[in-house]
Protein backbone atom coordinates (compact mmCIF):
# COMPACT_ATOMS: atom_id res chain seq x y z
CA UNK A 1 0.00 0.00 0.00
CA UNK A 2 3.05 2.49 1.11
CA UNK A 3 4.79 1.19 -2.10
CA UNK A 4 1.95 2.18 -4.28
CA UNK A 5 1.55 5.73 -2.70
CA UNK A 6 4.87 5.90 -3.38
CA UNK A 7 5.00 5.52 -6.91
CA UNK A 8 2.18 7.38 -7.65
CA UNK A 9 3.50 10.01 -5.86
CA UNK A 10 7.00 10.27 -7.78
CA UNK A 11 4.81 9.71 -11.01
CA UNK A 12 2.75 13.10 -9.72
CA UNK A 13 6.53 14.59 -9.14
CA UNK A 14 7.70 13.45 -12.58
CA UNK A 15 4.60 14.39 -14.39
CA UNK A 16 4.93 18.22 -12.46
CA UNK A 17 8.88 18.19 -13.69
CA UNK A 18 8.13 17.42 -17.35
CA UNK A 19 4.83 19.84 -17.39
CA UNK A 20 7.31 22.42 -15.80
CA UNK A 21 10.30 21.36 -18.35
CA UNK A 22 7.89 22.37 -21.04
CA UNK A 23 6.91 25.17 -20.12
CA UNK A 24 9.93 26.21 -20.00
CA UNK A 25 11.03 25.52 -23.26
CA UNK A 26 9.86 27.88 -25.72
CA UNK A 27 9.28 27.27 -29.58
CA UNK A 28 10.00 30.60 -31.45
CA UNK A 29 8.46 30.67 -34.74
CA UNK A 30 5.96 33.21 -35.70
CA UNK A 31 4.80 33.17 -32.71
CA UNK A 32 6.28 32.42 -29.23
CA UNK A 33 4.59 29.18 -27.82
CA UNK A 34 5.53 26.51 -25.42
CA UNK A 35 6.38 22.79 -26.08
CA UNK A 36 2.85 21.85 -25.80
CA UNK A 37 2.13 24.28 -28.36
CA UNK A 38 0.56 26.76 -26.12
CA UNK A 39 1.66 30.32 -26.27
CA UNK A 40 4.15 31.47 -24.08
CA UNK A 41 5.34 34.50 -22.38
CA UNK A 42 7.35 33.13 -19.52
CA UNK A 43 10.45 33.33 -19.33
CA UNK A 44 12.45 30.47 -21.15
CA UNK A 45 15.48 27.58 -20.47
CA UNK A 46 15.33 26.67 -24.06
CA UNK A 47 14.36 28.38 -27.10
CA UNK A 48 13.70 26.60 -30.05
CA UNK A 49 14.76 29.19 -32.92
CA UNK A 50 12.70 28.43 -35.60
CA UNK A 51 14.48 27.88 -38.80
CA UNK A 52 13.16 30.95 -40.96
CA UNK A 53 14.93 32.91 -38.41
CA UNK A 54 18.34 31.90 -39.38
CA UNK A 55 20.46 31.27 -41.89
CA UNK A 56 22.69 28.01 -41.74
CA UNK A 57 25.78 27.26 -43.73
CA UNK A 58 29.38 24.31 -42.60
CA UNK A 59 32.43 24.93 -43.34
CA UNK A 60 35.53 22.36 -42.02
CA UNK A 61 38.46 22.63 -39.77
CA UNK A 62 41.55 21.49 -40.09
CA UNK A 63 41.59 21.50 -35.85
CA UNK A 64 41.07 18.66 -33.88
CA UNK A 65 40.77 20.37 -30.46
CA UNK A 66 37.33 21.22 -29.28
CA UNK A 67 38.54 24.07 -27.10
CA UNK A 68 41.06 25.28 -29.74
CA UNK A 69 38.03 25.47 -32.57
CA UNK A 70 36.22 27.33 -29.71
CA UNK A 71 38.75 29.97 -29.84
CA UNK A 72 39.29 30.12 -33.31
CA UNK A 73 35.45 30.66 -33.82
CA UNK A 74 35.25 32.88 -30.98
CA UNK A 75 38.47 35.23 -33.04
CA UNK A 76 36.07 34.43 -36.53
CA UNK A 77 33.00 35.76 -35.55
CA UNK A 78 34.94 38.57 -33.53
CA UNK A 79 32.20 41.89 -34.73
CA UNK A 80 29.88 39.44 -36.84
CA UNK A 81 26.28 39.54 -36.41
CA UNK A 82 24.79 37.18 -33.46
CA UNK A 83 25.48 33.81 -35.03
CA UNK A 84 25.07 30.25 -33.47
CA UNK A 85 28.02 27.49 -33.85
CA UNK A 86 28.05 23.57 -32.99
CA UNK A 87 31.40 21.80 -33.31
CA UNK A 88 30.93 18.62 -35.53
CA UNK A 89 32.88 15.07 -34.50
CA UNK A 90 36.26 14.51 -35.72
CA UNK A 91 36.36 13.37 -39.07
CA UNK A 92 39.94 12.44 -40.92
CA UNK A 93 41.31 15.17 -38.56
CA UNK A 94 38.79 17.48 -39.37
CA UNK A 95 36.19 19.09 -37.70
CA UNK A 96 32.54 20.29 -39.38
CA UNK A 97 31.32 23.53 -37.60
CA UNK A 98 27.44 24.73 -37.95
CA UNK A 99 27.22 28.56 -38.10
CA UNK A 100 23.07 30.06 -37.90
CA UNK A 101 23.67 33.15 -38.35
CA UNK A 102 20.27 34.64 -36.82
CA UNK A 103 18.20 37.19 -38.43
CA UNK A 104 18.88 41.25 -36.52
CA UNK A 105 15.20 41.49 -35.88
CA UNK A 106 14.77 37.98 -34.00
CA UNK A 107 18.08 38.31 -31.84
CA UNK A 108 15.94 41.29 -29.71
CA UNK A 109 12.41 39.30 -29.52
CA UNK A 110 15.00 36.03 -28.12
CA UNK A 111 13.86 37.22 -24.56
CA UNK A 112 15.18 35.87 -21.65
CA UNK A 113 16.99 32.77 -21.92
CA UNK A 114 19.48 30.55 -20.92
CA UNK A 115 19.95 28.19 -24.57
CA UNK A 116 19.03 29.26 -27.99
CA UNK A 117 19.18 25.78 -29.93
CA UNK A 118 17.90 26.23 -33.96
CA UNK A 119 15.12 24.09 -34.63
CA UNK A 120 16.72 21.98 -37.41
CA UNK A 121 19.45 21.20 -35.07
CA UNK A 122 17.24 19.60 -33.02
CA UNK A 123 14.61 17.66 -35.38
CA UNK A 124 17.52 16.22 -37.48
CA UNK A 125 18.71 14.54 -34.22
CA UNK A 126 15.39 12.55 -34.41
CA UNK A 127 15.91 11.38 -38.21
CA UNK A 128 16.94 7.96 -39.11
CA UNK A 129 20.46 7.83 -40.79
CA UNK A 130 20.42 8.72 -44.05
CA UNK A 131 17.05 9.73 -44.15
CA UNK A 132 15.62 13.25 -45.41
CA UNK A 133 12.26 14.77 -44.16
CA UNK A 134 9.96 17.73 -45.03
CA UNK A 135 8.97 20.44 -42.43
CA UNK A 136 5.68 22.36 -43.58
CA UNK A 137 4.57 24.48 -40.21
CA UNK A 138 3.65 27.66 -39.61
CA UNK A 139 3.06 28.51 -43.22
CA UNK A 140 6.94 27.61 -44.00
CA UNK A 141 8.42 24.71 -46.05
CA UNK A 142 12.01 23.38 -45.85
CA UNK A 143 14.05 19.84 -46.15
CA UNK A 144 15.98 18.31 -43.58
CA UNK A 145 18.92 15.59 -43.85
CA UNK A 146 19.74 13.94 -40.91
CA UNK A 147 22.99 14.99 -41.34
CA UNK A 148 21.76 18.20 -39.93
CA UNK A 149 21.65 20.21 -43.44
CA UNK A 150 18.64 21.84 -44.09
CA UNK A 151 17.11 24.18 -46.68
CA UNK A 152 14.17 26.56 -46.76
CA UNK A 153 11.90 25.18 -50.09
CA UNK A 154 12.52 27.86 -53.08
CA UNK A 155 14.81 29.05 -56.07
CA UNK A 156 16.62 25.83 -57.49
CA UNK A 157 15.64 23.45 -54.61
CA UNK A 158 12.04 22.82 -54.91
CA UNK A 159 11.80 18.98 -54.39
CA UNK A 160 12.97 16.62 -51.44
CA UNK A 161 14.82 14.56 -54.45
CA UNK A 162 16.66 17.57 -55.29
CA UNK A 163 17.68 18.41 -51.42
CA UNK A 164 18.76 14.92 -51.25
CA UNK A 165 20.87 15.10 -54.28
CA UNK A 166 22.61 18.30 -52.81
CA UNK A 167 23.04 16.76 -49.53
CA UNK A 168 24.64 13.47 -51.02
CA UNK A 169 21.89 11.30 -50.65
CA UNK A 170 19.38 8.91 -52.19
CA UNK A 171 17.24 10.81 -53.92
CA UNK A 172 15.04 8.08 -54.33
CA UNK A 173 14.68 6.97 -50.31
CA UNK A 174 11.15 7.71 -48.78
CA UNK A 175 11.09 11.45 -47.62
CA UNK A 176 9.40 12.05 -43.94
CA UNK A 177 6.72 14.38 -44.10
CA UNK A 178 6.76 16.31 -40.60
CA UNK A 179 3.87 18.41 -40.02
CA UNK A 180 3.18 20.89 -37.26
CA UNK A 181 2.51 18.92 -34.46
CA UNK A 182 5.24 15.84 -35.54
CA UNK A 183 7.42 18.64 -35.35
CA UNK A 184 6.45 19.95 -31.74
CA UNK A 185 6.14 16.15 -30.30
CA UNK A 186 9.81 15.58 -31.78
CA UNK A 187 11.20 18.55 -30.86
CA UNK A 188 11.69 17.66 -27.04
CA UNK A 189 12.80 14.15 -27.86
CA UNK A 190 15.99 16.29 -30.18
CA UNK A 191 16.47 18.51 -27.77
CA UNK A 192 17.43 15.08 -25.51
CA UNK A 193 19.74 13.75 -27.81
CA UNK A 194 21.88 16.30 -28.32
CA UNK A 195 25.39 16.25 -27.10
CA UNK A 196 26.69 18.09 -24.54
CA UNK A 197 29.26 19.65 -26.57
CA UNK A 198 26.50 21.46 -28.64
CA UNK A 199 24.97 22.57 -25.42
CA UNK A 200 27.88 24.35 -24.26
CA UNK A 201 27.60 25.90 -27.67
CA UNK A 202 24.54 27.06 -27.45
CA UNK A 203 24.46 28.54 -24.06
CA UNK A 204 23.48 32.24 -24.44
CA UNK A 205 26.32 34.47 -24.57
CA UNK A 206 26.36 36.95 -22.26
CA UNK A 207 23.74 35.96 -19.88
CA UNK A 208 23.65 37.07 -16.28
CA UNK A 209 22.32 35.12 -13.68
CA UNK A 210 18.81 37.08 -12.92
CA UNK A 211 17.36 35.49 -9.48
CA UNK A 212 14.29 36.33 -10.96
CA UNK A 213 14.86 34.03 -13.86
CA UNK A 214 14.41 30.11 -13.01
CA UNK A 215 16.81 29.93 -9.93
CA UNK A 216 14.57 31.39 -7.80
CA UNK A 217 12.41 28.23 -7.48
CA UNK A 218 15.09 26.72 -7.67
CA UNK A 219 17.04 27.97 -4.85
CA UNK A 220 13.56 27.99 -2.93
CA UNK A 221 13.54 24.29 -3.49
CA UNK A 222 17.79 23.72 -2.24
CA UNK A 223 16.72 25.86 1.06
CA UNK A 224 13.45 24.35 1.53
CA UNK A 225 15.61 20.66 1.14
CA UNK A 226 18.04 21.55 3.11
CA UNK A 227 15.94 22.95 6.08
CA UNK A 228 13.18 19.80 5.92
CA UNK A 229 16.77 17.80 6.41
CA UNK A 230 17.63 19.74 9.34
CA UNK A 231 14.52 19.98 11.41
CA UNK A 232 14.12 15.94 10.39
CA UNK A 233 17.25 15.39 11.22
CA UNK A 234 17.52 16.97 14.53
CA UNK A 235 14.20 15.90 16.01
CA UNK A 236 14.75 12.44 14.93
CA UNK A 237 18.40 12.97 16.96
CA UNK A 238 16.31 14.27 19.60
CA UNK A 239 13.40 11.54 19.70
CA UNK A 240 15.60 8.96 19.62
CA UNK A 241 17.81 9.80 21.99
CA UNK A 242 14.84 10.74 24.54
CA UNK A 243 13.43 6.61 23.51
CA UNK A 244 17.09 5.65 24.19
CA UNK A 245 17.49 7.58 27.39
CA UNK A 246 14.18 6.27 29.12
CA UNK A 247 14.34 2.78 28.19
CA UNK A 248 18.22 2.76 30.18
CA UNK A 249 16.33 3.81 33.03
CA UNK A 250 13.90 1.38 32.69
CA UNK A 251 16.39 -1.24 33.12
CA UNK A 252 16.66 -0.24 36.45
CA UNK A 253 19.78 1.02 38.79
CA UNK A 254 21.31 -2.76 38.51
CA UNK A 255 22.63 -2.23 35.44
CA UNK A 256 25.38 -0.44 36.74
CA UNK A 257 26.07 -3.04 38.89
CA UNK A 258 25.87 -5.39 36.36
CA UNK A 259 28.16 -3.61 33.62
CA UNK A 260 31.18 -3.26 36.72
CA UNK A 261 30.46 -7.06 36.97
CA UNK A 262 31.10 -7.34 33.21
CA UNK A 263 33.68 -5.50 33.39
CA UNK A 264 35.61 -7.45 36.28
CA UNK A 265 35.14 -10.50 34.50
CA UNK A 266 36.69 -9.05 31.62
CA UNK A 267 39.59 -8.08 33.37
CA UNK A 268 39.79 -11.20 35.44
CA UNK A 269 39.87 -13.48 32.33
CA UNK A 270 42.75 -11.53 30.68
CA UNK A 271 44.77 -11.65 33.85
CA UNK A 272 43.79 -15.35 33.96
CA UNK A 273 45.35 -16.19 30.75
CA UNK A 274 48.14 -14.09 31.25
CA UNK A 275 49.08 -15.92 34.32
CA UNK A 276 48.50 -19.53 32.57
CA UNK A 277 51.52 -18.26 30.10
CA UNK A 278 53.64 -17.41 32.96
CA UNK A 279 53.31 -20.67 34.52
CA UNK A 280 53.67 -22.35 31.15
CA UNK A 281 56.66 -20.82 30.29
CA UNK A 282 58.25 -21.80 33.77
CA UNK A 283 60.28 -24.88 32.90
CA UNK A 284 61.55 -27.08 35.98
CA UNK A 285 65.21 -27.14 35.24
CA UNK A 286 66.31 -29.71 37.81
CA UNK A 287 65.56 -32.42 35.53
CA UNK A 288 68.79 -32.00 33.94
CA UNK A 289 70.30 -33.82 36.77
CA UNK A 290 68.41 -37.00 36.14
CA UNK A 291 70.24 -37.02 32.39
CA UNK A 292 73.54 -36.03 34.25
CA UNK A 293 72.86 -39.29 36.26
CA UNK A 294 72.07 -41.77 33.24
CA UNK A 295 75.17 -40.28 32.54
CA UNK A 296 77.05 -41.23 35.22
CA UNK A 297 75.49 -44.59 35.11
CA UNK A 298 77.53 -45.06 31.58
CA UNK A 299 81.08 -44.27 33.55
CA UNK A 300 80.80 -40.64 31.77
CA UNK A 301 82.69 -37.83 33.99
CA UNK A 302 81.09 -34.28 33.55
CA UNK A 303 82.88 -31.38 33.31
CA UNK A 304 79.78 -28.81 32.10
CA UNK A 305 76.08 -28.66 31.94
CA UNK A 306 74.75 -25.77 30.43
CA UNK A 307 70.77 -25.21 30.15
CA UNK A 308 69.94 -22.11 26.83
CA UNK A 309 66.33 -21.55 25.31
CA UNK A 310 65.86 -25.17 26.78
CA UNK A 311 69.04 -26.73 24.89
CA UNK A 312 71.18 -28.52 27.28
CA UNK A 313 74.70 -29.21 26.46
CA UNK A 314 76.13 -31.73 27.99
CA UNK A 315 80.29 -32.20 28.49
CA UNK A 316 82.56 -34.69 29.63
CA UNK A 317 84.49 -37.90 29.15
CA UNK A 318 83.33 -41.75 29.19
CA UNK A 319 84.76 -44.85 28.23
CA UNK A 320 82.53 -45.25 25.11
CA UNK A 321 80.43 -41.90 24.41
CA UNK A 322 77.82 -43.56 21.85
CA UNK A 323 77.15 -45.80 25.07
CA UNK A 324 76.00 -42.20 27.10
CA UNK A 325 74.41 -40.82 23.58
CA UNK A 326 72.31 -43.74 23.79
CA UNK A 327 71.40 -44.41 27.34
CA UNK A 328 70.41 -40.28 27.11
CA UNK A 329 68.25 -41.11 24.17
CA UNK A 330 66.45 -43.70 25.70
CA UNK A 331 65.30 -41.81 28.66
CA UNK A 332 61.73 -40.35 28.18
CA UNK A 333 62.59 -36.92 29.18
CA UNK A 334 64.86 -36.14 26.74
CA UNK A 335 64.64 -35.44 22.93
CA UNK A 336 67.01 -34.71 20.13
CA UNK A 337 69.55 -36.09 22.13
CA UNK A 338 72.35 -35.85 19.39
CA UNK A 339 76.67 -35.24 19.50
CA UNK A 340 77.21 -31.40 19.54
CA UNK A 341 81.11 -32.12 18.08
CA UNK A 342 83.11 -35.01 17.38
CA UNK A 343 84.30 -37.23 19.75
CA UNK A 344 87.92 -37.37 20.76
CA UNK A 345 89.87 -40.35 21.72
CA UNK A 346 91.90 -38.34 25.15
CA UNK A 347 93.62 -41.37 27.04
CA UNK A 348 91.63 -44.32 27.60
CA UNK A 349 88.45 -42.57 27.59
CA UNK A 350 86.68 -40.30 25.00
CA UNK A 351 85.71 -36.49 25.02
CA UNK A 352 82.28 -35.86 24.29
CA UNK A 353 79.69 -33.06 23.58
CA UNK A 354 76.12 -33.98 23.41
CA UNK A 355 73.10 -31.67 23.06
CA UNK A 356 69.80 -32.51 24.26
CA UNK A 357 66.29 -31.23 25.09
CA UNK A 358 63.99 -31.70 27.73
CA UNK A 359 61.01 -33.15 27.03
CA UNK A 360 59.42 -32.51 30.95
CA UNK A 361 57.93 -36.50 30.67
CA UNK A 362 58.73 -39.07 33.13
CA UNK A 363 60.17 -36.32 35.84
CA UNK A 364 58.46 -38.10 38.45
CA UNK A 365 60.88 -40.88 37.85
CA UNK B 1 21.69 48.74 -10.34
CA UNK B 2 19.18 48.50 -7.66
CA UNK B 3 18.20 44.85 -8.77
CA UNK B 4 21.98 43.95 -8.85
CA UNK B 5 22.54 45.15 -5.32
CA UNK B 6 19.48 43.25 -4.36
CA UNK B 7 20.95 40.62 -5.87
CA UNK B 8 24.21 40.85 -3.96
CA UNK B 9 22.65 41.54 -0.87
CA UNK B 10 20.81 38.43 -1.40
CA UNK B 11 24.17 36.12 -1.87
CA UNK B 12 25.50 37.85 1.05
CA UNK B 13 23.02 36.51 3.55
CA UNK B 14 22.65 33.20 1.79
CA UNK B 15 26.39 32.86 3.00
CA UNK B 16 25.85 34.30 6.58
CA UNK B 17 22.76 32.20 7.32
CA UNK B 18 25.21 28.82 6.16
CA UNK B 19 28.31 30.48 8.24
CA UNK B 20 26.74 30.81 11.30
CA UNK B 21 23.13 28.98 11.21
CA UNK B 22 23.43 25.86 9.22
CA UNK B 23 27.12 25.10 9.63
CA UNK B 24 26.62 25.10 13.16
CA UNK B 25 23.49 23.76 13.15
CA UNK B 26 25.27 20.75 10.99
CA UNK B 27 28.16 20.04 13.77
CA UNK B 28 25.41 19.85 16.41
CA UNK B 29 23.74 17.41 14.98
CA UNK B 30 27.25 15.38 13.95
CA UNK B 31 27.76 15.90 18.06
CA UNK B 32 24.30 14.50 18.20
CA UNK B 33 24.59 11.77 16.46
CA UNK B 34 27.91 10.54 17.69
CA UNK B 35 26.41 10.85 21.79
CA UNK B 36 23.26 8.61 20.06
CA UNK B 37 25.71 6.19 18.46
CA UNK B 38 27.40 6.06 22.43
CA UNK B 39 24.09 5.62 24.53
CA UNK B 40 23.03 3.25 21.75
CA UNK B 41 26.06 1.57 22.58
CA UNK B 42 25.69 1.62 26.50
CA UNK B 43 21.75 0.45 25.92
CA UNK B 44 23.47 -2.56 24.21
CA UNK B 45 25.30 -3.71 26.87
CA UNK B 46 22.87 -2.86 29.46
CA UNK B 47 20.13 -5.02 27.49
CA UNK B 48 22.98 -7.62 27.39
CA UNK B 49 24.03 -7.43 30.80
CA UNK B 50 20.48 -7.62 32.22
CA UNK B 51 19.38 -10.75 30.06
CA UNK B 52 22.89 -12.44 31.28
CA UNK B 53 22.76 -11.01 34.86
CA UNK B 54 23.20 -14.82 36.61
CA UNK B 55 25.81 -16.15 34.00
CA UNK B 56 27.99 -13.06 34.55
CA UNK B 57 27.59 -13.00 38.85
CA UNK B 58 28.61 -17.04 38.66
CA UNK B 59 31.49 -15.94 36.29
CA UNK B 60 32.69 -13.58 37.94
CA UNK B 61 32.54 -15.50 41.31
CA UNK B 62 34.08 -18.01 39.86
CA UNK B 63 37.25 -16.48 38.41
CA UNK B 64 38.03 -14.33 41.62
CA UNK B 65 38.82 -17.72 43.27
CA UNK B 66 40.67 -19.09 40.62
CA UNK B 67 42.31 -15.94 40.33
CA UNK B 68 43.22 -15.57 43.97
CA UNK B 69 44.78 -19.56 43.72
CA UNK B 70 46.40 -18.19 40.73
CA UNK B 71 47.73 -15.30 42.72
CA UNK B 72 48.86 -16.95 46.18
CA UNK B 73 51.85 -18.81 44.09
CA UNK B 74 53.38 -15.12 43.65
CA UNK B 75 54.60 -12.67 46.75
CA UNK B 76 52.93 -9.20 47.62
CA UNK B 77 55.83 -6.98 48.58
CA UNK B 78 55.22 -3.54 49.50
CA UNK B 79 57.61 -2.89 46.77
CA UNK B 80 59.77 -4.00 44.10
CA UNK B 81 62.92 -2.80 46.05
CA UNK B 82 61.43 -4.97 48.86
CA UNK B 83 61.06 -8.07 46.85
CA UNK B 84 63.92 -7.90 45.30
CA UNK B 85 65.91 -7.96 48.99
CA UNK B 86 63.12 -10.37 50.04
CA UNK B 87 64.32 -12.63 47.28
CA UNK B 88 68.03 -12.23 47.52
CA UNK B 89 67.39 -13.43 51.53
CA UNK B 90 65.98 -16.17 50.79
CA UNK B 91 67.47 -17.56 47.92
CA UNK B 92 71.12 -16.58 50.17
CA UNK B 93 69.60 -18.68 52.99
CA UNK B 94 68.38 -21.96 51.02
CA UNK B 95 72.36 -21.47 49.61
CA UNK B 96 74.06 -21.65 52.92
CA UNK B 97 71.53 -23.52 54.70
CA UNK B 98 73.03 -26.22 52.61
CA UNK B 99 76.31 -25.01 53.29
CA UNK B 100 77.61 -23.62 49.85
CA UNK B 101 78.90 -20.29 49.02
CA UNK B 102 76.81 -17.65 47.23
CA UNK B 103 79.61 -16.33 45.42
CA UNK B 104 77.66 -13.75 43.13
CA UNK B 105 74.14 -12.30 42.82
CA UNK B 106 73.16 -9.60 40.39
CA UNK B 107 69.89 -8.04 39.40
CA UNK B 108 70.14 -7.79 35.70
CA UNK B 109 66.50 -7.06 34.43
CA UNK B 110 63.34 -5.80 35.80
CA UNK B 111 60.02 -5.13 34.02
CA UNK B 112 55.97 -6.12 34.51
CA UNK B 113 53.55 -7.82 32.71
CA UNK B 114 50.48 -5.58 32.69
CA UNK B 115 47.89 -8.22 31.70
CA UNK B 116 48.42 -10.78 34.08
CA UNK B 117 49.18 -7.92 37.01
CA UNK B 118 52.68 -9.04 37.73
CA UNK B 119 56.40 -7.70 37.70
CA UNK B 120 59.31 -9.33 37.59
CA UNK B 121 63.39 -9.29 38.68
CA UNK B 122 65.94 -11.23 36.73
CA UNK B 123 68.31 -12.58 38.54
CA UNK B 124 71.79 -14.07 37.80
CA UNK B 125 73.64 -15.88 40.98
CA UNK B 126 76.60 -18.54 41.56
CA UNK B 127 76.69 -21.03 43.86
CA UNK B 128 79.90 -22.80 44.69
CA UNK B 129 80.71 -25.56 46.58
CA UNK B 130 80.40 -29.55 46.59
CA UNK B 131 78.62 -31.25 43.79
CA UNK B 132 76.21 -33.03 45.24
CA UNK B 133 74.47 -29.86 47.66
CA UNK B 134 74.39 -28.40 44.56
CA UNK B 135 72.33 -31.04 43.06
CA UNK B 136 69.75 -30.74 46.06
CA UNK B 137 69.99 -26.84 46.54
CA UNK B 138 68.97 -26.89 42.75
CA UNK B 139 65.78 -28.57 43.20
CA UNK B 140 65.15 -26.59 46.38
CA UNK B 141 65.27 -23.95 44.63
CA UNK B 142 62.51 -24.72 42.32
CA UNK B 143 60.83 -26.42 44.64
CA UNK B 144 60.33 -23.95 47.60
CA UNK B 145 60.18 -20.72 45.31
CA UNK B 146 57.01 -21.04 42.96
CA UNK B 147 57.55 -17.74 41.44
CA UNK B 148 61.34 -18.57 40.61
CA UNK B 149 61.23 -19.31 36.58
CA UNK B 150 64.99 -20.43 35.67
CA UNK B 151 66.15 -19.33 32.29
CA UNK B 152 69.61 -20.16 32.01
CA UNK B 153 71.80 -23.08 34.00
CA UNK B 154 75.46 -23.19 33.59
CA UNK B 155 76.86 -26.19 35.71
CA UNK B 156 81.25 -26.35 35.80
CA UNK B 157 82.69 -29.49 37.88
CA UNK B 158 86.07 -29.07 38.57
CA UNK B 159 88.57 -32.88 38.28
CA UNK B 160 85.10 -34.35 37.24
CA UNK B 161 84.65 -37.80 38.05
CA UNK B 162 81.29 -40.00 37.58
CA UNK B 163 78.46 -39.37 40.28
CA UNK B 164 77.62 -37.38 42.85
CA UNK B 165 79.92 -36.97 44.93
CA UNK B 166 82.06 -34.23 46.53
CA UNK B 167 83.72 -32.33 44.02
CA UNK B 168 84.08 -28.66 43.42
CA UNK B 169 81.43 -27.49 41.27
CA UNK B 170 80.35 -24.02 40.43
CA UNK B 171 76.32 -23.78 39.52
CA UNK B 172 75.35 -19.99 37.53
CA UNK B 173 72.06 -19.71 37.31
CA UNK B 174 70.12 -16.80 35.36
CA UNK B 175 66.32 -16.50 36.48
CA UNK B 176 63.14 -14.57 36.76
CA UNK B 177 61.52 -13.69 40.04
CA UNK B 178 57.60 -12.80 39.61
CA UNK B 179 55.73 -10.66 42.46
CA UNK B 180 52.07 -9.54 42.47
CA UNK B 181 52.45 -5.68 41.10
CA UNK B 182 50.57 -2.88 43.39
CA UNK B 183 47.75 -2.55 40.89
CA UNK B 184 46.70 -6.32 41.93
CA UNK B 185 47.35 -6.49 45.66
Given at each position: MTGERLNAAIARLRAHLKGELGRRVVWLTDGRRDAFGDVSTVAALVTVLGREHYAERRKSYPVRSWRDLSRVLTQELLGAPATLTVIGPVIDDRREVAFFALSPAMVGQLGRTLWVVPESLALCATLPAQRVAIVERHGLRYFLASSGVSQIA?????TAALFAMAAGLDSEQETLALGEQDANMRLLQGLRRLPAGAWARLLRPGLSLDPGLAWRPLGTLAAAGLAAYLVLGSVYLSVTQTLRERELKSLGPEVATLLDSQRRVEKLSGEQRAIATVLSDRHLTYPLWRVAARAWQKGASIAGVALVDGRVTLRGTAPVATDVLGALAA??????????APVRQSGVREEFVITLKLTGKGNDG | MGSRNAWLLGVAAVLALLRFVVLPWGHTQADAHEGLQVLTQRLDRSVGVTQNRAAILSTRTQLETAAAAARSRFPSPPSAEAFRLDSQRRIGAIVSTSGLKLALFDWTLEGKLADAGLGYGRARFQVEGPLRDIARVHGELEGSLPFLAVREVQLNVMNAAPGLDDTHATLTMVADLFFLAEANR
Open positions: GGAVRDPGVADARFA | -
